[in-house]
């Protein structure tokens, strides 16, 4: 594994030149400190994986992780602008974000990742019939994630644990602190397809 370092910010990233292969790109936003990645990128070898974070910390934490894994890159940017600006067109298989800073303030809700604008980046990323996978465990936040999901053409909403199975996932840390809480946690699956016109 190396940190992902694109030689400009400006112009989309060749996952084959970054991997030396082509395979399937799945892609953790928020990957923290990898824990959730490098246990996902060790059950799937077959396919690739970038972790993004913004935060320098946890970025170093999940490159040491993920050291001795040859299917994982590091990325140390906004989520938002990875998506929007470094993904190439129809690149990801699957996108994960996993417990989402809630920004649980009413005044702070505007910073919020999940909005129209944002699910018009995944959609662009994504390959067709490709997955983007959210869980939280705030209520709030997913009823306003499944409102923009339900309003953008470009999406269908799925069962969150169908195919491809969500039971074959790894916990992150946090969905194992909301679980011995007993807490809800909630899930949504949106599924890339073509645009009603």
Known sequence: M?????????????PISIFGRAAPLQVDLGCGDGSFLCDLAQRRPDKNFVGI????GRVGKACRKASALE?????NVESS???????PERSVETFYLLF???????RHHRRRIVKADFLDSIHRALEDDGF??????????????QRVGENHSGFAIVDPNASPA???LPLTKFERRFTALD?????????KISPVR
């Open 100 to 106: 989402p800073d809630p920004w649980q303030k009413r």
């Open 183 to 191: 807490a809800p946690i909630y899930r949504l699956a949106l599924r």
């Open 71 to 75: 299917n994982v890159r590091i990325l």
């Open 81 to 87: 602008y990875a998506v929007g600006y470094l993904l």
């Open 53 to 56: 974070d913004r935060l320098v």
């Open 166 to 168: 969500r039971t074959d």
């Open 2 to 14: 190396i940190e992902l370092i694109p030689e400009t910010y400006v112009a989309p990233l060749d």
């Open 132 to 145: 983007f996978r959210i869980a939280t465990d705030q209520l709030d936040y997913f009823e306003q994630i």
